[in-house]
């Protein structure tokens, strides 16, 4: 590449500020515009008078008028930023248009949607997705969300719409290693052995059945003196129980690969329901765009072909 040729184009900040006293007409004007001083945008157009040895305005009192110098330069600079204009906004608009962007649970965008992520970008190379862990309330206004996941026992907001995707069940589930290391599958001997591992996540509070709920309905024996492991993010209650420390209950939906991989393996066969569900949420009163319409409906097909 001949370097050279770079230098016989004009300062690019001071054909911007050129640029922008032809739009306004004034000095003051294109201060405004590019939110910089006065004096400034004077001292740019003085750089680029100096950078052509020649005046581009005629300056009488407070008006401006292009020399012809300046009208030769303003002939093709202005079209050229103009295209230049044109083009960026034609660019940042694709971009745009194929970014999606999702709030999920931290525990479901863990679990779930970092595992659905590449088989969506085979299938979609041509868009992009923004993933925001979050367990708040969703808010789209405030995060300019397109789509969000939650899990809630009350699908109801007003101005949004919510779409089950699953509903979830709880079971107690041990590592291998834990097995192995105990001798037995019965969950006394294997709690004697290790611990309660506790998912505190606060959408499940109150909501969600735990360890006396579960003893009181299939199990002849109380919580209370056995050693436990609080997690408020599901996700650290299962790495713990995988890593063979206790006995989790293992939330379905979640723990979907790891009981498919062997890295947990259920005890019994009793199982009890939650109150929440997972829901797919968007805006009532805002049509999702293309992109985000066309990932909901691959999300929805890849989610049950998962759970089949």
Not at 138 to 166: C, H, M, N, W
Not at 186 to 205: C, E, G, N, R
Not at 254 to 262: C, K, M, N, R, T
Request: glycine share 4%; charged share 25%; hydrophobic share 40%.
């Amino acid at each position: 590449m001949d370097e050279s040729k770079f230098q016989d184009i004009p300062p690019m900040n001071a054909m911007v500020s050129f640029d922008a006293v032809i739009k306004s007409g004034t000095i003051a004007g294109a201060a405004q515009m590019l939110n910089l001083t006065s004096s400034a945008v004077s001292q740019r157009i003085k750089q680029l008078e100096s950078w052509f040895r020649a005046p581009l305005f005629h300056r009488n009192g407070g008006k401006l008028e292009l020399t012809e110098i300046g009208r030769q330069l303003a002939a093709s600079s202005t079209t050229a930023f103009d295209q230049l204009l044109a083009t960026t906004h034609q660019i940042r608009s694709a971009a745009a248009s194929s970014e999606i962007t999702i709030s999920a649970i931290s525990s479901f965008a863990y679990l779930r949607l970092m595992e659905a992520l590449p088989d969506f970008y085979a299938a979609c190379p041509d868009l992009s997705v923004t993933l925001d862990a979050n367990n708040s309330k969703v808010d789209f206004r405030a995060q300019s969300l397109d789509l969000a996941i939650r899990y809630t026992y009350q699908p109801y907001d007003e101005g949004l719409v919510f779409e089950k995707i699953a509903d979830e069940e709880i079971f107690p589930c041990v590592s291998p290693e834990l097995l192995e290391r105990v001798q037995s599958d019965d969950l006394k001997t294997l709690l004697d052995h290790s611990a309660m591992i506790i998912d505190s996540s606060p959408q499940l509070v109150n909501v969600q059945p735990g360890w006396q709920q579960w003893l009181n309905k299939f199990e002849d024996f109380e919580v209370e003196g056995y050693k436990s492991l609080r997690f408020n993010e599901y996700q650290y209650a299962q790495k713990t129980a995988i890593e063979g420390h206790g006995v989790l209950f293992a939330r379905s939906v979640l723990a979907e690969s790891a009981i498919a991989s062997g890295e947990l393996i259920r005890i019994g066969e009793h199982s009890m329901p939650s109150a929440s569900s997972y829901y797919l949420v968007s805006r009532k009163d805002v049509p999702l765009k293309p992109p985000a319409r066309e990932f909901a409906k691959w999300f929805r097909e890849w989610f049950e072909m998962k759970e089949a």
